[in-house]
């Protein structure tokens, strides 16, 4: 059984569209994070939640908000979509506070918008 | 500044021998030390967690050490093998924050 999952794996949309991007995790994780790739292939973090805190880097435009339904999912809205939004979203999660244990990550999103 | 900064940013080895990956962060104050492997198109797989007070971890042919003090890490991977080629990553994890490296290609040549 997969681990981390998201949905959908590719999406290719217009600017100054909304769109959202689906995560779960099915290993009773506390924390789940979501994390962005850019074309260089450098990894950054843009949030991390568990369901005491929300941490949210301070240079993800606020154009980009996850939503937690409950403790298993982790969704990434993002709305007025640009062109430099392009890149690998990757969503994971870890057992304990933030950043304190082993990160098991999915498969990414790869976003292209035209 | 928080950085984390990996040497070389691509190796080129034939099969069969040791090799050292090498990372250096700023700021001592780190929860843990993560070392990654991505490959191409792939999502992250962990490798090694250690913690802040320990000095390092195995895990079969890999083995990861941390020196605070001198703000280093090395992955240390014996006899390499072919499936071993991919970009290998290390995180330096801190309080509310977890700051990646740009990466190490590593290609294992058989």
């Known amino acids: 059984d997969t681990a981390v999952s998201q949905t959908p794996k590719y999406l290719v949309t217009q600017m100054g569209n909304d769109k959202s991007i689906k995560c779960e995790q099915n290993l009773g994780h506390d924390t789940m994070y979501w994390y962005k790739q850019d074309s260089k292939k450098f990894l950054k973090i843009m949030f991390s939640y568990n369901n005491k805190e929300l941490i949210i880097n301070e240079t993800v435009p606020n154009r980009f908000s996850p939503k937690s339904p409950d403790k298993a999912h982790l969704n990434l809205h993002i709305n007025s979509l640009e062109l430099g939004d392009s890149a690998v979203y990757f969503c994971a999660s870890s057992q304990g506070r933030q950043y304190s244990g082993t990160q098991y990550f999915g498969p990414g999103t790869r976003l292209l918008v035209l | 500044k928080q950085e984390v900064t990996q040497i070389p940013a691509a190796l080129s080895v034939p099969e069969g021998e040791n090799l050292v990956l090498n990372c250096s962060f700023t700021?001592?104050?780190?929860?843990?030390l993560q070392w990654f492997r991505q490959d191409p198109g792939k999502g992250l797989t962990s490798l090694l967690l250690i913690q802040s007070s320990q000095r390092e971890q195995t895990s079969g042919r890999l083995n990861a050490s941390l020196d605070k003090s001198s703000g280093r890490s090395t992955l240390y991977i014996a006899a390499s093998q072919p499936g071993d080629s991919a970009t290998y990553l290390c995180a330096r994890g801190s309080q509310g924050n977890l700051i990646f490296g740009k990466g190490t290609k590593l290609s294992v040549k058989p």
């Open positions: 700021d001592s104050a780190i929860y843990n």
